[in-house]
């Protein structure tokens, strides 16, 4: 059975509670915060879920700066990792889930498959880093003006990313 570890960054308690409720749906994968990211817990896993709420001009959530230099640093061949985030696309329109840009190029430096793209056609926003090719380069959902597609969308990304 493949193991699964879901890291988030929160600052708010959002993002964080999209992890429980991803790690619900999957009935049991472990949720553990973006500053306890190590080499030795990621590696135990088959599959790591990150996920960062989006602050500032499209920025990550305060924890996964040290974490992505750790995460930089690793090894991770062989494994696959999907990326999540949230944000407000009306309020915050223009940097929409931006902090999906800068955990993709984290994760891309791991050697593992990044899985998980989502197209961005069913979103309401001006613009995003977290985009390319028409393609959030993650699950991006938005619990302020959305609350009502979260769990659909959960869902499909879960199917797409085969768990």
Sequence with gaps: MERIGIYYGSSTGTCEDIANRIAAKLGG????????????????????????????????QDDWYAACETLQSLD?????????????????????????????EAAAETGATIVGQVSADDYNYSDS??????????????EVNEPDKTDARIDAWLAAIAV
Excluded at 33 to 51: H, I, R, T, V
Excluded at 80 to 101: H, M, N, Y
Excluded at 129 to 142: H, M, N, T, W
């Design 29 to 60: 994968a472990e949720v553990i915060n973006a500053s306890e990211l190590s080499a030795e817990n990621a590696s135990q896993f088959d599959l790591l879920l990150l996920g960062s709420s989006t602050w500032g001009a499209g920025e990550l």
């Design 129 to 142: 880093e977290g985009v390319r090719d028409g393609l959030f380069l993650g699950l991006a959902l938005d």
């Design 76 to 104: 991770l061949g062989g494994k696959r990792i999907a990326l999540f985030s949230v944000g407000d696309s009306e309020s915050f329109g223009d940097t929409f889930c931006g902090a999906l840009a800068p955990l993709y």
